[in-house]
């Protein structure tokens, strides 16, 4: 297993959408600009919108709505814990971005007085704008790539290279090979994705996740090891939706008419889907399995949902209904909760960023799922994209050029090769990620307590040992998968961390504390920060204020 050593002026982990719309805006404004992607899978089909979408759920539309109400809206979705700041720019440029990216040939249905389609997914005020796209990320990929930008597929990040405070490009390994490639950079934009393989799914199938099963919290890992702050890290996600597929469900039908019942045929939700303390409180009082059911809608109103369904919103669908014998026309759609994530775009975790998605490292920018806006979804992603190319270009264009440390690389190859030589190991990669799913879901998500978080931070150090001791590697793939095993053991650190600090609960069933079962918004409506000890390298929590519209402290 070799090292490979390249150069790049702005290198970009993840060519997810915001990924992808950071290397299209980098290029827009400097043409000539050398930019790269690590890719962990292949840029065609990567990310959490691998195919297509059926709405930019936050766009607000002149003379019908406001950025102002957006964020009034966020601010209630995230009980507070949010800097107004980031959601109002997001607001404020969406609907020029849809206008950008509706000039590409991305279709947004109108009706006959060519109005665009607007249904009720937030709290107040209607900003989720259908659409009807199945190949969104073929076409953002393949625009990205147009004008020269290079990207290396099947990369996973490891590690960001440092020039004394300022970032200065990554490690990445190849997840079938294990080589590993050296990029010096002069500005790194992270948008790798959130935390999806947390937790296990009801089904106990590693990889049958919400979210995009690739993303392994490696951006969390690699921005905290640096000394970035992240934030949000104890609210751990988690939908109720179909059950076994753990596929998107609600913001389709439920804003078309449909309904969400308990198992005794109560209504809990029609015509909007925000409240999904409904759903937690249904579940844990026994009143599941939650069904939607369509059949009381007229036909072409279904017809809708299943075009929606079955061509832009994870085709696979069809073939799963069909193969559980569930005829959605007259047929309930049965619902469960999937397992916990990490995620910037649903929830809150992720990488605390300035309104200009800059991290506390010079020269690190990070946006989409990584980054912590609280529920920013698709639309965060694309805008936040553009933003952080913005900020890298001109980064790049006042700070001079960065030197590689041979001696990082040098500790990251001397890492791999012990790992890799471990070939007599007693323990398979599978199983010991099977384990530490299972105690994730024991100890440290919700129902949370102070007993069961830190015996997690007891069992997490066991992990850790047996990562570096006992797990048998047989190829470069069982090298890579190592590797995000070590991740979501990390990120579990995090949640942990900062799970203890905050002593109430929050988010519904994301922050339940037993211990703490209320919501104290006079002491905790502020950001729980993770850091990195400068001097011991040890892992601590912190509080912050969050900021008002004018970047003001709310104390």
Not at 28 to 47: A, M, N, R, W
Not at 107 to 131: S, T
Not at 315 to 322: L, T
Not at 382 to 389: N, S
Request: proline share 3%; aromatic share 8%; glycine share 8%.
């Amino acid at each position: 297993m070799e090292t490979k050593y390249i150069e790049t002026d702005l290198l970009i982990i993840g060519a997810g959408s915001a990924g992808c719309m950071a290397a299209i805006r980098a290029k827009e404004l400097q043409p000539d600009l050398k930019v790269t992607f690590f890719e962990k899978g292949d840029i065609k089909y990567s990310g959490s919108i691998a195919r297509g979408m059926d709405a930019l759920n936050i766009v607000a539309i002149p003379n019908y709505t406001s950025p102002e109400l957006y964020v009034e809206s966020a601010s209630l979705g995230c009980d507070g814990v949010l800097d107004q700041e980031s959601s109002y720019v997001m607001a404020d440029r969406s609907y020029e971005l849809l206008k950008k990216i509706e000039k590409w040939g991305v279709y947004f249905p109108v009706d006959k007085n060519g109005k665009y389609r607007v249904l009720q997914y937030h709290v107040k005020g209607n900003f989720q704008v259908a659409m009807e796209e199945p190949n969104l990320k073929t076409m953002i990929a393949a625009r990205a790539l147009e004008n020269g930008t290079q990207v290396v597929n099947r990369i996973m990040g490891l590690e960001l290279l440092m020039d004394d405070e300022r970032v200065a490009g990554a490690i990445g390994m190849n997840v079938r090979t294990g080589e590993l490639i050296a990029c010096k950079a002069k500005a790194v934009i992270i948008t790798a994705g959130g935390q999806a393989r947390f937790s296990l799914p009801n089904s106990g199938y590693l990889y049958g996740t919400f979210d995009y099963p690739g993303n392994s919290g490696d951006g969390y890992v690699m921005a905290h090891n640096a000394g970035a702050e992240l934030t949000g890290m104890e609210d751990t996600c988690r939908s109720i939706i179909i059950k076994d597929a753990n596929m998107p469900l609600l913001a389709v039908t439920i804003t078309r008419g449909a309904r969400l019942l308990d198992i005794a045929d109560n209504i809990l939700m029609e015509g909007y889907c925000h409240s999904y303390g409904v759903m937690d409180n249904a579940e844990r009082s026994g009143q599941g399995p939650l069904r939607i059911r369509l059949s009381h809608l007229p036909l072409e109103t279904i017809q809708e949902i299943e075009h929606t369904l079955f061509t832009t919103e994870r085709p696979a669908q069809e073939r799963f209904f069909k193969g559980r014998n569930v005829n959605i026309r007259k047929d309930d759609i049965e619902l469960w909760p999937t397992e916990f994530s990490l995620c910037g775009g649903h929830g809150s975790a992720g990488i605390y960023v300035d309104k200009k998605t800059a991290t506390s490292v010079p020269g690190l920018y990070a946006a989409g799922d990584v980054a912590s806006v609280p529920g920013q979804h698709l639309s965060g992603a694309l805008v936040f994209g553009e933003v952080a190319a913005e900020q890298a270009v001109q980064f790049i264009q006042n700070n001079s050029g960065v030197s590689l440390d041979k001696q990082q690389v040098k500790k990251s190859e001397e890492k791999r090769k012990l790992r890799s030589n471990s070939t007599k190991g007693e323990i398979g990669v599978k199983e010991l990620e099977y384990k530490v799913r299972r105690f994730i879901g024991d100890y440290v998500v919700s129902p949370k307590n102070e007993y069961k978080l830190n015996r997690w931070l007891e069992c997490s150090k066991g992990f850790k040992e047996e990562i570096e001791t006992q797990v048998r590697i047989k190829n470069g793939h069982d090298l890579s998968k190592l590797y995000e095993v070590e991740h979501i053991v990390q990120c579990a650190d995090y949640s942990a961390t900062a799970s203890l600090l905050r002593k109430e609960s929050r988010w519904g069933f994301n922050h339940y504390r037993s211990d703490f079962p209320e919501t104290d918004h006079d002491h905790w409506t502020k950001h729980i920060l993770v850091k990195k000890n400068g001097t011991t390298n040890e892992l601590f929590a912190e509080t912050k204020a969050v900021q008002d519209l004018n970047g003001k402290e709310v104390l």
